[in-house]
């Protein structure tokens, strides 16, 4: 999420370097790679190489949601039924001690990010 808002601030359309994307937002480098390669492969980014290469965002940043972007890094089973807190033998059927105050936060927290575009949260 972070890398796609600072393309959003700062690419201005641009490539922005991996590295400078890394730097300025102290995520280590080989991990952001991995990330924004899953990301280009969907189409959210793109990439380009040579002396101007760098990534930069594939759409609008209006045309797309946080929520989007979490699920296409964490998958399409984002905070589903497993445990909160770990247990194995824990799920909606057979819920732990703080599932039920979990399910009302995880709702809003699904609200918000499916509600959020990348505009509204940078300066478009």
Known sequence: MQAVLY???HGNGRPVLLRDISANLKIPYHFLSKVMQT???LGYVHSAK???GGFALAMSPHSFTLIDIVRSIDG???MGDAC???F???NCENPCA???AWEKSKHTLLQTLS????AELTNH
């Open 50 to 52: 040579g002396i101007n």
């Open 76 to 78: 399409e089973h984002l």
């Open 7 to 9: 393309l959003s601030e």
């Open 39 to 41: 990301l280009n492969r």
């Open 115 to 118: 509600k959020k575009t990348i």
């Open 88 to 90: 194995a033998d824990k």
């Open 98 to 100: 703080v599932h039920d």
């Open 84 to 86: 909160l807190i770990g």
